[in-house]
């Protein structure tokens, strides 16, 4: 007899414990996250960038949660859709890169000035 | 941020009604032997037709409705599912999700370019 | 229902109709080995007809609104109002030693083949609905890659 999809089986509880440790790793690198960018900044000129660059991690991090947010709607029952996750997934993944240009560009600009005052 | 926009998500929930359509589709024919049942139908896309002209957040905010399909004709113990007739709903069916996600994919696949070829 | 099983929710319909259909399959599979049984082991005459009772699944959701739970076997109940034919066959075990009637089943191969058929058409379009709906998913996650 069919049983009724998912119940009880071994692969779902793996999944779910799966994406419980994942939630919790991203904690704990939220936490790492927010010592390093608790560091002060050194000079007055300077601060512009840092704090650009900061943010630029802030953002970084920020998608990271949303991803995880999904996880745990996923678990919760809060998605019915697959292409609703996967959308989401992607969006998170987008944004991300997009974060992540936005912060390379900030570091190259910084760079390109630290060498001009030499 | 919502790096999608408002086209990505309309996009998105014609995928999402394509589903619950599939759902319905497929309690069809479940059903199609049980005395007194009657199919069921998903409205989606005719009702975004219908709000055609407005802004897209004015079209975000149709819901999908299911309707029970008193019209067609029943059979001699009240059930009125064709079985010919729901797969080729499904088929069609699948052909639209498929459609939408191919149109949601490159759209993505689009502004993935545009962020990452930076040079 | 818990958590990630409302992603398949769209196989609920078709796995409840494929169990529900295997149940009519061999109860029906039954009837047709049992055309003959003149006698039952616990004596009660000749084999009678069986027949299995489907209902819908419409589950109601939280909001209220009723969602698309498939189909389940709600009875399987013996058939007695077909009568049962009579064969005039003095010599057959089971003959009446007065009438040389013999009572049979109240089964009709023809009929059931006829039920049969439908409802194993009716089991692989669920098979099909279930094929559906695992490509779709499987399309939508590409999406995400």
């Known amino acids: 007899m069919i049983d009724r999809i998912g119940q009880g089986s071994l692969a779902k509880s793996a999944i779910e414990a799966a994406l419980k440790r994942q939630a919790e790793a991203s904690q704990r690198l939220d936490q790492r996250a927010g010592e390093l960018l608790g560091a002060k900044p050194e000079a007055g000129e300077v601060q512009g960038f840092q704090n650009s660059l900061a943010q630029g991690l802030r953002e970084v991090d920020g998608q990271v949660k949303l991803g995880d947010q999904l996880a745990q709607q996923v678990i919760e029952g809060k998605v019915s859709d697959f292409a609703e996750v996967a959308a989401q997934l992607k969006q998170t993944d987008l944004a991300f890169k997009f974060a992540l240009e936005v912060r390379n560009k900030f570091v190259d600009a910084y760079r390109e000035v630290m060498r001009m005052n030499v | 941020m919502d790096i999608q926009g408002d086209r990505g998500q309309l996009l998105v929930k014609l995928m999402a009604a394509t589903s619950l359509r599939d759902r319905w589709i497929s309690n069809n024919i479940a059903n199609q032997n049980v005395p007194g049942y009657q199919r069921r139908d998903v409205r989606f896309e005719e009702l975004l037709h219908e709000k055609l002209g407005r802004h897209e957040a004015d079209l975000l905010e149709v819901q999908p409705e299911v309707t029970v399909d008193t019209a067609s004709p029943s059979g001699s113990n009240g059930n009125n599912v064709n079985l010919e007739l729901e797969t080729t709903k499904a088929r069609e069916n699948r052909l639209m999700f498929e459609l939408y996600a191919s149109i949601f994919q490159s759209r993505m696949e689009l502004i993935q370019s545009a962020i990452t070829s930076s040079r | ?145």
Do not use: W
């Not at chain 3, 990630?4 to 796995?15: E, N, P, Q, T, Y």
């Open chain 3, 1 to 145: 229902m818990s958590g990630i099983d409302k992603l398949f929710s769209g196989l609920r319909a078709s796995s409840s109709a494929l169990s529900a259909e295997r149940t009519r399959i061999d109860v029906i599979s039954k009837n047709i080995a049992n055309a003959e049984t003149t006698s039952m082991p616990d004596g009660s005459g000749p084999y009678r007809r069986q027949v299995v009772h489907f209902s819908p699944i419409l589950e109601r959701a939280l909001d209220g609104s009723r969602s698309a739970g498939g189909v389940r076997v709600s009875s399987i109940s013996t058939d007695s109002s077909t009568p049962c034919p009579v064969l005039h066959d003095p010599g057959h075990r089971d003959a009446d030693p007065v009438t040389g009637d013999v009572l049979m089943p109240n089964v009709n191969v023809v009929s059931e083949m006829a039920d049969l058929i439908l409802a194993m058409r009716s089991y692989e379009a669920n098979l099909n609905t279930q094929d559906n709906f695992v490509k779709m998913a499987e399309r939508a996650l590409r999406l995400a890659q």
